[in-house]
């Protein structure tokens, strides 16, 4: 072999190599695009969901929803949500952040939750905690976190919480403390 086919072969080599690096650089791996950006962003959404008998289960509404196609999450800024009791009546519940686990069967709240109860439903309750997760198909909320609950007259703090939104039936776990001033 002379100097001439060795030079056409070096050549040939560097321009293949040149060609693929330009092509990945334009067409990135199709994993990679899906990983590091949402498959669907909803902006200003209102989400009505029904339960199997076609009842409202719950109506969702926040200013973004982000869903991650990898894993099948989605992620809520400044979610609002309205859960109905048996009566029909809602309780509202707002958060700073909330995260939807692939399933969809609970919603985990982050940052001042606050859930509000029904006003046609006395005795008005007022639920306040860092952390909550709703099982959303049976209306029910818990918590290991620290939790207020007020009501007109009584004030109750504890660690940890169990509530049936349904029956407007709630449970401080632990470390309970309550605070009573009777109504005049």
């Known amino acids: 072999m002379n100097w001439r086919t060795g030079m056409i072969l070096c050549l ?14 334009y067409h990135p791996d199709q994993d990679v695009v899906l990983t590091s950006r949402p498959d669907y962003v ?14 409202e289960s719950f109506t969702l509404r926040g200013p973004q929803l982000q869903r991650d ?3 099948k999450t ?24 909330g995260f939807v686990p692939a399933g969809g069967g609970q919603l ?23 952390s909550l997760t709703l099982l959303l198909g049976e209306h029910h909320a818990q918590t290991s976190d620290a939790v207020t609950i007020t009501q007109p007259g009584l004030t109750m703090r504890g660690i940890g919480m169990r509530a049936d939104l349904d029956r407007q039936h709630v449970s401080l ?8 001033v009777p109504q005049h």
């Open 173 to 180: 776990l632990s470390q309970v403390k309550a605070r009573y």
């Open 108 to 130: 985990q709240l982050t940052g001042e939750v606050i859930a509000i109860s029904p006003p046609q439903s006395p005795p008005a309750t007022r639920i306040e905690t860092e």
């Open 69 to 71: 196609p990898a894993d």
């Open 42 to 55: 909803l902006h200003d959404y209102e989400i009505v969901s029904l339960d199997k008998l076609g009842k």
């Open 74 to 97: 989605m992620t809520l800024n400044t979610p609002h949500f309205e859960v109905p009791d048996r009566t029909g009546h809602y309780w509202n519940v707002d958060a700073k952040r």
């Open 12 to 25: 040939l080599l560097a321009a293949g190599v040149t060609g693929w690096s330009v092509w990945r650089q």
